[in-house]
């Protein structure tokens, strides 16, 4: 079985290469590092960092050097993230894997962009009322198609294995902006339909499988302000697939083509470069449908899907890839995110426990979240569980 740890470059700069590197080799004990090259907008707290515990990530930031010459008379164009100075931490990344004989992953944020986004807001999503969500890309855009595809080729000049992309889809409502407020009880039903997209660009996509686009539009619009305009219709139940006889699911299908479609095409980009591509889908089977997440056509893709294993039992994390299974995702297809801290872990037994089930199963890679983010300790049980 193949392992990684997701880390942050900054963590490499902060730490350096024989601290960072040795540590997971010689305390986890895995075989590749997943790094950050375009990653969003968070605060986090890093018990083992040397220098602070408490650091701001840059919105919509990308941490390599982009060559000019690749986004010459591009729109949309990767922002190298400002802590990394002139160095290029995914360079310095390759030649110390390279060296050391791991594998380089480039975990890789694609349409949750918070500075992109504010840059350009006519490639964010649009709700029913035409306002913007200004945090994400909306992957029907053409110039957000051409930016995903100008990032793999970008990731191939540091000899990367895989691209974990992270964000290849849609995004609801609440996706997690910093001071984001809901004063009055919305309900699941009017947060889905805020959260659907409607730009230009979705609605010609609808249009063009026969869907009545406009007429889906004018019923959501009209659906939301019913519901905003009363607290007892707020949170009145109701089936989606059933809204404006169906045309309402109709359209959200339409919208899974799209990330289906975008998909496949960065898939085999990264293949002629040598690269694999792996679907990052943390929702998990039957909840990414808001989202343009179809897992039995991804899967007919030949894309590897990978998902969050977070559970405090063995059990549940065999659930979860029984779950993949039944939405046409064979566990040789996917891999598996763990946490090795307390909130998931009890200790080394318990995350041995877990990966056993993963090998039991034929999950042929786990990755372990996050580097900068766990105690050292994290990692010695890492690196205990996966010799066990």
Same mark, same amino acid.
């Given at each position: 079985?193949?392992?990684s740890?997701?880390a942050f470059?900054?963590d490499?700069?902060?730490?350096g290469?024989?601290?960072?590197?040795?540590?997971?080799?010689?305390?986890?004990?895995?075989?590749a %590092?997943?790094?950050?090259s375009?990653y969003?907008?968070?605060?986090? %707290?890093?018990?083992h960092?040397?220098h602070?515990?408490?650091?701001?990530?840059?919105?919509g930031?990308?941490?390599?050097?982009?060559d000019?010459?690749r986004?010459?008379?591009?729109?949309l164009?990767?922002?190298?993230a400002? %802590?990394?100075?002139?160095?290029?931490?995914f360079?310095?990344?390759? !030649?110390?894997?390279r060296?050391?004989g791991?594998?380089?992953?480039?975990w890789?944020?694609?349409?949750h962009?918070?500075?992109l986004?504010f840059?350009?807001p006519d490639?964010s999503?649009a709700n029913?009322f035409?306002?913007?969500?200004?945090?994400?890309?909306?992957?029907a855009?053409?110039e957000?198609?051409?930016?995903?595809?100008?990032?793999?080729?970008?990731?191939a000049?540091y000899?990367v294995?895989?691209?974990?992309a992270?964000?290849l889809?849609?995004?609801?409502?609440r996706h997690?902006y910093?001071?984001?407020r809901?004063?009055?009880?919305?309900g699941p039903?009017?947060e889905?339909l805020l959260?659907i997209?409607?730009?230009?660009?979705?609605?010609?996509?609808a249009?063009a499988?026969g869907v009545?686009?406009? !007429?889906?539009r004018?019923?959501?619009?009209?659906?939301?302000?019913?519901r905003l305009?009363?607290d007892?219709?707020?949170?009145?139940?109701?089936?989606?697939?059933?809204?404006?006889?169906?045309?309402?699911?109709?359209?959200?299908?339409a919208?899974t083509t799209?990330?289906?479609?975008?998909?496949?095409?960065?898939a !085999?980009?990264a293949r002629r470069?040598g690269?694999?591509?792996?679907?990052?889908?943390?929702?998990?089977?039957?909840?990414?449908w808001l989202?343009?997440?179809d897992l039995?056509?991804?899967?007919a893709?030949?894309?590897q899907?990978e998902t969050?294993?977070y559970?405090?039992?063995?059990?549940?994390?065999?659930e979860?890839?029984?779950?993949f299974a039944?939405?046409?995702v064979r566990?040789?297809?996917?891999a598996?995110?763990l946490?090795?801290?307390?909130?998931?872990?009890?200790g080394?037994?318990?995350l041995?426990?877990?990966i056993?089930?993963?090998?039991e199963?034929?999950?042929? !890679?786990v990755?372990?979240y996050n580097?900068g983010l766990?105690?050292?300790?994290?990692?010695?049980?890492?690196?205990a569980?996966?010799?066990?």
């Amino acid at each position: 079985m193949q392992s990684s740890v997701l880390a942050f470059a900054t963590d490499l700069i902060d730490e350096g290469a024989d601290g960072f590197f040795g540590n997971l080799t010689d305390r986890a004990g895995v075989g590749a %590092v997943t790094l950050a090259s375009v990653y969003h907008e968070a605060r986090d %707290v890093f018990p083992h960092n040397p220098h602070r515990v408490i650091r701001y990530l840059e919105p919509g930031a990308a941490y390599f050097q982009p060559d000019p010459a690749r986004w010459a008379g591009r729109r949309l164009v990767p922002r190298a993230a400002a %802590v990394i100075g002139a160095r290029d931490p995914f360079a310095e990344a390759s !030649e110390e894997t390279r060296r050391r004989g791991l594998k380089l992953h480039a975990w890789t944020v694609f349409c949750h962009n918070d500075r992109l986004g504010f840059q350009h807001p006519d490639c964010s999503p649009a709700n029913a009322f035409g306002d913007r969500h200004l945090t994400e890309l909306c992957p029907a855009n053409p110039e957000v198609r051409a930016y995903a595809g100008t990032l793999v080729d970008e990731l191939a000049r540091y000899g990367v294995d895989a691209i974990r992309a992270e964000s290849l889809h849609f995004h609801g409502l609440r996706h997690g902006y910093h001071h984001e407020r809901y004063f009055e009880k919305l309900g699941p039903v009017t947060e889905a339909l805020l959260g659907i997209c409607f730009c230009p660009h979705c609605l010609a996509t609808a249009d063009a499988l026969g869907v009545p686009a406009a !007429e889906v539009r004018r019923f959501v619009a009209a659906e939301i302000r019913r519901r905003l305009a009363d607290d007892q219709a707020a949170t009145e139940p109701a089936a989606l697939d059933q809204l404006a006889n169906g045309a309402l699911a109709a359209y959200v299908d339409a919208g899974t083509t799209t990330v289906t479609s975008l998909t496949a095409e960065l898939a !085999e980009r990264a293949r002629r470069h040598g690269m694999r591509l792996t679907f990052m889908d943390g929702s998990g089977p039957g909840a990414g449908w808001l989202s343009g997440i179809d897992l039995p056509a991804l899967a007919a893709t030949g894309v590897q899907i990978e998902t969050l294993g977070y559970a405090k039992t063995p059990e549940a994390v065999r659930e979860k890839v029984a779950a993949f299974a039944l939405h046409g995702v064979r566990p040789a297809n996917l891999a598996v995110i763990l946490r090795p801290m307390a909130q998931d872990c009890d200790g080394p037994a318990n995350l041995a426990a877990k990966i056993a089930v993963l090998r039991e199963l034929g999950v042929p !890679e786990v990755e372990f979240y996050n580097y900068g983010l766990m105690r050292l300790s994290s990692m010695d049980r890492i690196g205990a569980a996966l010799r066990g």
